[in-house]
Structures are given as structure tokens and as C-alpha cells.
């Protein structure tokens, strides 16, 4: 597989939301998310992650009394010849009128806190049951 091959996605909310795309309903925003490309397995994984990002700072938002207008988070990454993961990478935008530094301390704050990217460091074990 060439490594430079990548299955980057995009999902914002808010005033951050993609034109185009799949949507999905969203708990935070009244319009929904929209994700861009969701088209095959690798894109879901990297999907997962920035949807929970997503989700996350919304929430988090809520709980620091932090006005967000708006998020975007891209997650990629690549696959070695086994298709063993070599690692996502996601990058998080949000719109706010906040400040700065309560911005970073949200942005901090959801990197601690978002499930799926803690449950992806942690590694997991995936095998097929052979119950029907």
C-alpha cells in the first residue's frame, strides 16, 4: 500500500458546517453534522473519531460555559501493508467568540476527555463471534 495513501474525513457543525456531504443528526446543533467522504471502512474509523470530537466539544462547551458557534474536526491516517493502522490524526477548529485561552482550555479539555480517541489509545481487540 503506498503510504502517502490517506482517508481523510471532515465533520463540522454550526456556522462550521460542510455544504456537501452525508448528514447526520446532531444532539447540539439544529441543523445536523455533515461528514465528507464516508465511502469505505477506513473513512468510517477516522469518521468515529471526529464525530466523538465533534460531539465532545459541543458538550464540554456547554459544561465550561463556553459559547461555540461553530466546529470542524479532520481525522486521518494511513495503513501499513497489513493494514494495520499507523496512527489517526485529527485536527480540531472550533468558532467562538470566547477568548483565546478558554478556547485552548476546551480544546485541551476535549483531547482528554472524547471516548473514542481515549478507547483507540487504550488499543482494543476486535474478533468475530461465532454466535448467530
Do not use: K
Request: proline share 5%; glycine share 8%.
Amino acid at each position: 500500500m503506498d503510504p502517502l495513501s490517506s482517508f481523510g474525513v471532515t465533520a463540522g457543525a454550526g456556522s462550521l458546517r460542510p455544504a456537501d456531504g452525508v448528514a447526520l443528526p446532531h444532539t447540539w446543533t439544529a441543523d445536523g453534522i455533515v461528514a465528507h467522504p464516508a465511502s469505505n471502512g477506513a473513512q468510517m474509523l477516522h469518521l468515529a473519531v471526529a464525530v466523538c470530537v465533534l460531539n465532545d466539544t459541543f458538550r464540554e462547551a456547554r459544561e465550561l460555559g463556553i459559547d461555540v458557534t461553530g466546529v470542524a474536526v479532520t481525522a486521518d491516517g494511513t495503513f501499513d501493508d497489513a493494514w494495520r493502522s499507523t496512527g489517526i490524526v485529527y485536527t480540531l477548529t472550533v468558532d467562538s467568540p470566547a477568548p483565546a485561552d478558554d478556547v485552548e482550555r476546551l480544546v485541551a479539555r476535549v483531547d482528554d476527555v472524547a471516548e473514542i480517541p481515549r478507547a483507540l489509545r487504550a488499543g482494543t481487540d476486535v474478533r468475530r463471534s461465532t454466535r448467530r
